[in-house]
């Protein structure tokens, strides 16, 4: 079942999930976004206080001919 989220509630959440990983300590060098509804979150934790870069996002027909991603 899907529910859907108003935009002011999902930018909310961003910030009260970057909060939390702050005060936690955590510091990450990347974030991981699946670009079906999650790049936009992905960006706004990012950009609070955490890495500000934007990598490219491939997507593989043939997933044998995808490269090793190293995380």
């Known amino acids: 079942m ?3 989220i108003p935009w002011s509630r999902a930018i909310e959440y961003c910030y ?18 699946v670009s079906r ?3 936009v979150p992905a960006r706004i934790v ?6 500000h ?3 490219s996002v491939y997507h593989f027909i043939n997933y044998e001919d995808a490269p090793t991603l190293k995380v």
Do not use: M
């Open 46 to 51: 990012s950009d609070d206080d955490f890495t």
């Open 37 to 39: 509804g999650g790049l």
């Open 16 to 33: 009260r999930l970057a909060t939390i990983l702050l005060d936690a300590g955590v510091n990450p060098n990347a974030i991981v976004a």
């Open 53 to 55: 870069s934007c990598t």
């Open 2 to 4: 899907k529910s859907y």
